[in-house]
């Protein structure tokens, strides 16, 4: 593709997708926020700790800097040219039809089998002040509100995501400001404890070995999965071009603030060999401070924080249909807009499977959770990787002079996204090391499989699905 093949129309965003432009500033910034907080923090920070100790703050802080690399890489793409198939799209671009084709399908899945655990979640919360409901019979009531929400418009979709949001971010720093309170003036129990060397002072930074601490990467990522879902508001963003900068620029400071920050806080408060596996850290420092109702307050962030998630999925996945249904990649009736702009059937379809999870909190209630997270933290890194892969791609290409610059160039030019590579890679190896996560790998090699027989049938009814318009991958061009 040469640099005068990129329209006007694509240059300010694609209008001819066909969506409302309903995503201002405010609502854009808050999903960006609210893609950096989710469960992985409020719950499966606590597993960690006690892997890790202290040093989790450290891997938080490395994996922070990995993702704001691979969101850089992804603004420059989005202000080249700010579609909603987003990673999708310039994988097909840059890499070729196959991967735009396997990275749509695979953060389907993502979002799928993420929105089924987060249903699970949301109704295991729920269970804490109402044992009596059957957990299946709250899962499918959250699953027909938000997909009602989400067949509104996108400005509703918007607002209920800010306020999700918002409810996540006003529990975090509130636990900051109290957590900072009690070591400067020591108030409450915890007071008499709290302390800055607790950091260090039961068996060092790294209590366990290093080895222990890095292990914990592979669900410092999945706590970070989703940060990436602001590109794929481009296409309905009021403003792309303030908007998305401003929302990526801000990610350092948000993980500093709520993970970083936060866990630093928590961890010189409560000393860490306090935190155990399946029990939230917040709880546990709410409580230990002497917070009136400490878990039921935590058990509404978390709630909020599923269901944000849950929300998000259905409003990506429909997106995502309608772009490989756009490229020929998927049924053309995923293409199809409702009269309020919104991909309908592309969402139904999505939640359909969703549903999945409403069945097994039906059938095995105790086990749902357990059995879909870890899926989505390998099809995270993969689109993780395609969006890395793809800058290298456009990078060169804009030094060869076939495309344009994009407004918004990424620190570092394509080495950060090198760096960000690798890293990626060896977060991989050590979910292959680990005999309790690697079964998601063998899940992903079937589902590889499967995508694999599906373009098969695709080139067999149409030959042209290969070359895109007839025109060669840009990797091909400049590699």
Known sequence: MTSSKVTDAEATGAPEEGYERGLGSRQVQMIAIGGAIGVGLFLGAGANIAKAGPSLILMYALAGAIVFFIMRALG??????????????????????????????????????????????????VHYWFPHVPQWVTALVFLVILFGVNLISVKVFGELEFWFSMVKVTALIGMIVIGLGVLTFGFSSAGDTA?????????????????????????????????????????????????????????????????????TVILCVVKWTEFAEGVSPFVKAFAMIGIPAAAGIVNFVVLTAALSSCNSGMYSTGRMLRNLADSGEAPKVFSKLSSTKTPAFGIFVSVLFMGIGVVLNYIVPEKAFGYVTSIATAAGIWTWLMILISHVVYRRAVVAGRLPASSFPAPGGSVCSWIAIVFLLFVTGLIAYDADSRVCLYVMAGWAVALGIGWAVLKGRNPQITTRGGEEPEFEKVG
């Open 76 to 125: 420059e793409l989005l202000l080249y040219r700010p579609v909603s198939g987003s990673f999708a799209e310039y994988s097909r671009e840059f890499l070729g039809p196959f991967f735009g084709y396997f990275t749509g399908w695979t953060y389907w899945l993502m979002w799928v089998v993420t929105g089924m655990a987060e249903l699970t979640a949301a109704a295991i919360y």
């Open 195 to 263: 302390a800055v060397s607790n950091l260090w002072a039961f068996d060092g930074f790294f209590p366990k070995g290093i080895g222990s601490s890095l292990m914990t990467l592979q669900g410092v990522m999945f706590a970070y999965l989703a940060v990436e879902l602001v590109g794929v508001t481009a296409g309905e963003s009021e403003n792309p071009e303030k908007t998305l900068p401003k929302a990526i620029n801000t990610l350092p400071w948000r993980i500093a603030l709520f993970y970083v920050g936060a866990l």
